[in-house]
């Protein structure tokens, strides 16, 4: 069985500070790993992926995300964040032809 | 540019209304989902199509029908709605290949039932 986790349903933020959003997975077979962030009132939009190689993957916006396999994780990290960062980020992972996500985690930056 | 166009934005219908979600992408994909996303929740399969005239049901399919008669156009249709799909529901589509491509979204069609 396939299952995503996302640790935080809320980050509050400064702008300017780093921030990491957490994400945890269940598979029992290899999967490959997305962020998508999805904008007020707008579908989702892809940030990165991971398939297959350097287990740092870098995104757009400036994210980047780790995949961790011994620990099942791929979280999102991003140096220094931004107003127009402010989004709702959702985890998700692809082992067939079917996409499970996490419960997202709402980033709220404040000047 | 991929796009995934979804014929309305926002809807108010009655219980008991049948209910047409039309989504028309123009890529080409052979794949294209349904998915509802509701608060705390994050997004939920309702159905996906690998190919014409061919459908899969997804995690909550119940209640939902879905039709895809041209690669290019995906429906889901309500046939009785309920207060409990008030939701944002969202397509997709992907590209046939393996299981690498990413899924590109439209803007949602939230609808509201009373």
């Known amino acids: 069985a396939q299952s995503v986790t996302q640790l935080d349903s809320q980050v509050p933020v400064f702008e300017e500070a780093p921030v990491e959003l957490r994400c945890n997975y269940s598979?029992?077979?290899?999967?490959?790993l997305f962020w998508y962030v999805q904008y007020p009132n707008q579908g989702l939009q892809l940030l990165l992926k991971?398939?297959?190689?350097?287990?740092l993957v870098k995104g757009i916006n400036g994210f980047e995300a780790e995949f961790n396999k011994s620990q099942t994780s791929f979280h999102l990290r991003k140096p220094s964040v931004h107003i127009s960062d402010t989004a709702e980020y959702f985890c998700?992972?692809?082992?067939?032809?079917?996409?499970?996500f996490g419960s997202g985690t709402k980033l709220n930056v404040k000047p | 540019d991929v796009k995934v166009t979804q014929s309305s934005r926002y809807l108010v219908k009655r219980t008991g209304e049948k209910v047409f979600l039309e989504c028309v992408q123009d890529?080409?994909?052979?794949?294209m989902f349904w998915y509802r996303q509701d608060p705390g929740l994050g997004l939920r399969l309702i159905y996906f199509?690998?190919?014409?005239?061919?459908?899969e049901k997804g995690d909550i399919p119940e209640g939902y029908s879905v039709s895809r008669e041209k690669k290019e156009r995906f429906s889901l249709i309500l046939e009785s709605a309920s207060t409990n799909q008030t939701s944002m529901y969202l397509c997709?589509?992907?590209?046939?290949?393996?299981?690498?491509?990413?899924?590109?979204f439209g803007e949602g069609s939230r609808l509201t039932v009373l």
């Open positions: 199509s690998y190919d014409v005239k061919m459908k």
């Open positions: 598979s029992s077979v290899s999967v490959y």
């Open positions: 997709a589509s992907r590209e046939g290949q393996g299981n690498t491509g990413e899924l590109f």
């Open positions: 991971y398939l297959s190689g350097s287990t």
């Open positions: 890529m080409d994909h052979e794949n």
């Open positions: 998700a992972v692809n082992p067939f032809n079917k996409f499970y």
